[in-house]
């Protein structure tokens, strides 16, 4: 059986993703790797694939239980015999799996590190007289110290390749950086291992920062349009994780508190009805959802600011692992930073102390980013981005710009003033004029003192962080986070460069595109799953996938060949449910005389969204307008102050309305490629498109061809 063929019978996929297909033969061939990929790009498929086709164990390094449980769960349900061994198993069922495992019964074994290596080295022992054809080390980051979630049980990996010599081992990780990934392969000992790295970029997920502002109302706002779906919170402390749950159970929703202090029952508990839907929101510490593998979270909110981007980056990852539209939202307070500073310095260890603070420092940056998160994040990971994503609140959003270098000037005097030995609360005081005793009375002296009155400290604030994004100034990194002059200051105070502002009012998010998939189909799919999982006593997300029912509910297979063309029916699965599925959908076909769709899905293409409609709203049309008039791009974009992408994607609903023709934007000779691209990869990202198209295709010229592609007729 090819890996392709595996691929299909077993999980229901005709297509690789990322570099799957690349990593699995290296295993296959019996080579070392280092798989770096993000949280739900699908690293687990690339030890479970080899595991089917390798005629022998592979033993599965997992650091939580949980995760283990969820795992051998799928698999068995795919055909797959897999098994773990914890704690929390009695003597005989760990008597029943040694059983199986010397008759050659089982392909995956999950064991943690420390039960690998315990003192009596029986385990050890044990496995060496097994068939052991592959080792896969999940969270392989945790085995270094200069990663962000260090566990000193997995520095006893470092023996595996002595009692395992000739055996390939798979270390994967969602989140690295360089200094981390060198430190996993000195550690484990990697015999010339081949590293894949693979896009860190969560198309599916958008990302938010709002500033925090009576949190608990931020968030209800939040959730109520989220009512029906899956979340995580994440606060920083433990009293907040219960007092936070209790305060959403009393405003009705499903809500339960997870962390480390609870009991091992209680957690498991809670950690089961999550998986299971029967509540819908899990808040916790960051000790929940390591390697979680829950598909359906819709979203991830943290109430407190994160230690780092790796770890707010592979929390947020626990959206959207279907694939399907997800959000990420931080509720950011300055206040949040001051308090973690204590707590990023480890003792007795300057050099690890610095490291973590720097951390902590790039994690203010993107909270105070004015530009794309999404860009900011990929380049965090070394990996190259443009600057508009279409998918964060910055590039989503339109923001009216003013004239600000008599403010900048003001704010830049006051920090020379100041000697630049003072931090961003301390200069708004200073600005506004504050007669507070923590002013220095010589300060209250300086004629830059009070010169800010005018403007609210809340206003000065957010000024003086879009200050240091643009570069104008910068924050000190001597741990005390004083302001200081850059070399584009002296430019603004002379009066020789312009600064633009961002004025307090900003338009509301760009509507964005929905599939078109029949709402009471997807119910009813969702409730016949619900009754099968609670039936066979698993995660309904571990039957069928949200993506799985929403593909079914937007193409409307009609027979089972047509069914196995939906991601994730595979052979076992379509035995299983395929005719129980295609029954409701023939019968809600028939009652509102509809036909398959199925023709409409290809191996590539993703799911074409329905074209906007409606009303043109204002700011579009005074973009239109003024294109009309004969202005460039460019001239619109100087006139509205707003980036010539946002421009572009205005007069692209135009050329979708048919009121401007697709050839003023794009020369007839690209078309044709764009169309091709599009037609092969979809069109709710651009990013992958430009990717594919190269340097000489334009974001503007590829949103005018899909506008084109979408025209209303």
């Not at 300055?334 to 420092?361: C, Y």
């Not at 995660?539 to 027979?559: G, H, N, R």
Request: charged share 25%.
């Amino acid at each position: 059986m090819t890996p392709i063929q595996a691929l299909q019978k077993y999980f229901g996929y005709n297509q690789f993703r990322l570099s799957q297909e690349a990593i699995i033969n290296h295993v296959l061939n019996k080579q070392d790797t280092l798989v770096l990929m993000p949280t739900g790009g699908g690293k687990s498929l690339c030890y479970q694939l080899p595991a089917v086709l390798l005629d022998g164990l592979t033993i599965v390094i997992s650091p939580l239980i949980a995760l283990m449980k969820d795992q051998v769960d799928s698999l068995n349900l795919t055909g797959i015999p897999a098994a773990f061994l914890n704690s929390s198993q009695s003597p005989d069922e760990q008597k029943d799996i040694a059983i199986q495992l010397k008759n050659n019964e089982i392909r995956l074994l999950y064991v943690a590190p420390e039960r690998l290596f315990g003192t009596d080295n029986r385990m050890m022992a044990f496995l060496k007289t097994l068939n052991v054809v592959q080792i896969a080390i999940d969270e392989a980051h945790c085995i270094s110290q200069w990663g962000h979630d260090f566990r000193p049980e997995y520095l006893m990996l470092a023996g595996l390749k002595n009692e395992f010599p000739n055996v390939p081992v798979i270390a994967l990780t969602a989140t690295a950086d360089k200094l981390t990934q060198k430190d996993i392969l000195e550690k484990l000992n990697l015999h010339q291992p081949a590293v894949f790295i693979s896009s860190f970029n969560r198309e599916n997920i958008t990302y938010r920062v709002n500033p925090k502002k009576n949190s608990f109302n931020q968030l209800l706002n939040f959730l109520d349009a989220r009512k029906e779906d899956s979340g995580i919170i994440y606060c920083l402390s433990r009293k907040s994780t219960e007092a936070l749950a209790e305060d959403l159970k009393e405003e009705g929703y499903a809500a339960e508190a997870y962390h480390a202090g609870l009991t091992n029952e209680v957690k498991a508990r809670n950690q089961e009805a999550f998986l299971k839907d029967e509540i819908k929101i899990i808040v916790a510490t960051i000790a929940f959802g390591m390697g979680i593998n829950k598909s359906n979270v819709r979203y991830v909110v943290h109430t407190d600011l994160p230690k780092n981007i790796e770890g707010y980056y592979q929390e947020t990852g626990r959206a959207g692992r279907d694939g399907l539209a997800s959000d990420a939202l931080l509720l950011y307070s300055p206040g949040d930073a001051m308090k973690l500073r204590g707590f990023a310095t480890v003792e007795n260890n300057k050099e690890q102390s610095a490291i973590m603070l720097k951390k902590l420092d790039d994690m203010v940056n993107y909270c105070q980013l004015h530009a794309c998160r999404r860009q900011f994040l990929m380049h965090y990971f070394d990996e190259p981005f443009p600057d508009n994503c279409g998918s964060c609140d910055f590039c989503l959003s339109e923001f009216v710009k003013f004239d600000g270098t008599l403010l900048a000037q003001k704010a830049l005097s006051a920090v020379a003033r100041l000697k630049e030995k003072f931090g961003l609360t301390y200069v708004v005081h200073f600005l506004v004029g504050a007669k507070s005793q923590r002013i220095w009375e010589e300060h209250k002296l300086l004629k830059t003192y009070g010169a800010g009155a005018d403007i609210s400290r809340a206003d000065w604030q957010r000024y003086l962080r879009e200050l240091i994004a643009q570069g104008f100034l910068r924050i000190s990194e001597d741990g005390y986070s004083a302001l200081q002059l850059t070399p584009k200051s002296e430019a603004v105070l002379k009066s020789e460069l312009k600064v633009e502002l961002i004025a307090s009012e900003v338009t509301t998010e760009q509507e964005q595109e929905t599939l078109s998939y029949e709402t009471e189909l997807l119910a009813n799919l969702r409730k016949t799953r619900q009754e099968i999982a609670v039936g066979e006593n698993l995660p309904a997300y571990i039957i069928l996938s949200d993506a799985t029912l929403l593909e079914v509910a937007t193409y409307l297979p009609q027979k089972m060949d047509e069914l196995r063309l939906i991601s994730g029916f595979g052979d076992v699965k379509l035995a299983k449910y395929g005719r129980e599925f295609l029954a409701i959908v023939n019968s809600y076909s028939q009652e509102k005389g509809l036909t398959s769709r199925i023709t409409q899905k290809s191996a590539k293409r993703e799911r074409k969204a329905k074209p906007k409609s409606g009303k043109v709203s204002d700011t579009f049309m005074a973009t239109y307008l003024l294109y009309k008039e004969g202005k460039s791009v460019t001239e619109i974009s100087q006139e509205r102050g707003l980036s010539p992408t946002t421009i572009e994607g205005h007069l692209s609903r135009f050329v979708q309305t048919g009121e401007l023709d697709v050839y003023e934007f794009v020369n007839e000779s690209k078309i044709a490629a764009i169309k091709d691209a599009v037609e092969s990869y979809g069109s709710l990202m651009l990013a992958p498109l430009k990717e594919v198209l190269g340097d000489a295709y334009s974001y503007g010229e590829i949103k005018a061809v899909i506008a084109w592609m979408n025209r209303e007729v």
